[in-house]
């Protein structure tokens, strides 16, 4: 392949690029793909009334199911007690609600309230659409890779939040 250009279907001349350009390209535009989406984000808690932390515990729940009020807090990076009060406004919001654990009655778990999650979705649902659009210029072959670096990069962001 060494002299040849591949031009890909988002518009970066391959075989003109260097991986250290490439890698660079990459996190640059992850970067930058972030800055609006803290700032979507952040209108849409406004709009649900409620804080940015608040919402990221409802994306944990809505995500990766129903979680103990210290596994919760864990989660979004907070003390126990302002984990407390979150889950207090989230279910007077009529959010989440806090049952008994299936596995030890003596404690709860805090799971989202099906209501509460469409109500969160539907104000994604058209950003989702969007990248639905973008996602249709990818190839199968192209989507693979990009599902894997997103999980790759979700995976040493974790990684990384937990050894600080």
């Known amino acids: 392949m ?3 250009v591949i031009r890909s279907r ?3 001349n ?3 690029t260097d991986r250290a350009e490439l890698t660079s390209g990459v996190l640059t535009a992850l970067a930058g793909w972030q800055i609006p989406i803290l700032q979507l ?12 932390t608040d919402l990221q515990a409802l994306y944990v729940l809505a995500n990766h199911g129903p979680a103990t009020p210290g ?3 864990k989660r979004v990076n907070l003390t126990t007690g302002s984990a407390s009060r979150m889950i207090d406004r989230l279910d007077r919001a009529g959010y989440v609600r806090r049952v008994p654990d299936p596995a030890d009655r003596r404690r709860v778990v805090i799971e989202p309230v099906p209501e509460g999650v469409e109500r969160v979705g539907a104000l994604y649902e058209s950003l ?26 979700e995976a040493t962001t974790e990684a990384e939040i937990r050894a600080m």
Do not use: K, P, S
């Not at 984000?41 to 940015?52: E, F, H, P, Q």
């Not at 989702?128 to 990069?153: Q, S, T």
């Open 2 to 4: 060494c002299g040849t």
């Open 14 to 16: 391959v075989g003109e």
């Open 71 to 73: 596994e919760l807090a």
């Open 128 to 153: 989702n659409e969007r990248h639905r659009r973008d996602l249709d210029g990818f190839e199968d072959a192209e989507l693979a890779v990009l599902l894997r670096f997103m999980r790759a990069a």
């Open 41 to 52: 984000n952040g209108m849409i808690a406004d709009r649900l009334g409620v804080t940015w």
């Open 10 to 12: 988002v518009g970066v």
